[in-house]
């Protein structure tokens, strides 16, 4: 990652991942203790700029997402 906004969006990564920790939505799993024939989905991070509606900054803001299209209905979820 580079840019004048490497710093914030590393804490704001930071912060995603405490809230997800707190509320209990995610967990980090070691790829060595996933179950053979099972599927890691991949991720990706989404970074966005926040600013006031007159156009001056006001927060970087990251967010973790899982790539839930790449599931296999009967293999990864069954509902």
């Known amino acids: 990652m580079r840019g004048p906004l490497r710093d914030d969006f590393i804490k704001a990564m930071g ?3 405490a809230a997800l920790e707190e509320h209990g ?3 980090l799993v070691k790829q060595s203790s996933v179950p ?3 599927h890691v989905l991949l991720s990706m991070w ?3 700029v926040k600013r006031y509606p007159d156009g001056r900054f006001c927060k970087t803001k990251a967010r973790f ?3 839930g299209d790449k599931q296999v209905e009967g293999v ?3 509902d």
């Open 36 to 38: 053979k024939g099972a």
């Open 46 to 48: 989404a970074f966005k």
């Open 25 to 27: 939505t995610w967990t």
């Open 76 to 78: 990864d979820y069954f």
């Open 65 to 67: 997402c899982v790539l």
């Open 15 to 17: 912060v995603e991942i």
